[in-house]
Every structure is written in structure tokens, then in C-alpha cells.
């Protein structure tokens, strides 16, 4: 699915399938959700983490959990951003467009 700003979406609906799509299409930047069936936020980042052809893709945890300890533990797991629920739009834009180059 091709969005407003030149960016292509690859979405999946749980993180085994997340994972499973990230070794087969290797995106540019992955936003990922804590709360997911089957394989939580957390666990999917430290798979994406433990696989050597994907880990220096950049995640993000876009989340509705906004506590601290939830934030520094995706960053300490290899999260390299953490945006909270309901997404600002702006911000959102501003946190693609830092890590990923001009399309």
C-alpha cells in the first residue's frame, strides 16, 4: 500500500507473521505495537534484534502504553523510537523522515 509522502505500508497482524514479513521484504523502518496476539511488541523486537539480516533495521513501538518503564524498556531491548497513543500525525512524520533517508 503506497501512503501520502512516497512511503509504502506492509502491515501484519501479529508479531510471527511481523517477523516472518521483515526477514522476507527487509523494510527500510519497522513500526511496531506493543500490544499484538501471539507474540508481544517486546519479543518481536528482540527477535528482529537476534537476527543478524534485519536487526540494524531501525523500530519504533508506536503504543497506547505510555508509561516510562514500558518506554525504557523497549529502548534498552533496540527500539530507537517510542510514540504513544493517539499518534500525532506530525510527530510521527518527524520521527520517518529522521530515520529514513528523503524518498
Known sequence: MLVPNGYEIITANDGSKAVAIIVEQKPDLILLDIMMPGLDGYSTL???KENKTISKIPVV?????????????????????????????????KTISRLLPAV
Open 46 to 48: 528482540a527477535k528482529i
Open 61 to 93: 513501538m508506536l503504543t497506547a502504553m505510555g508509561y516510562q518503564l514500558n518506554k525504557e524498556l523497549a529502548l534498552q531491548i533496540g527500539a530507537v523510537g517510542y510514540i504513544t497513543k493517539p499518534v500525532d500525525l506530525a510527530e510521527l512524520l
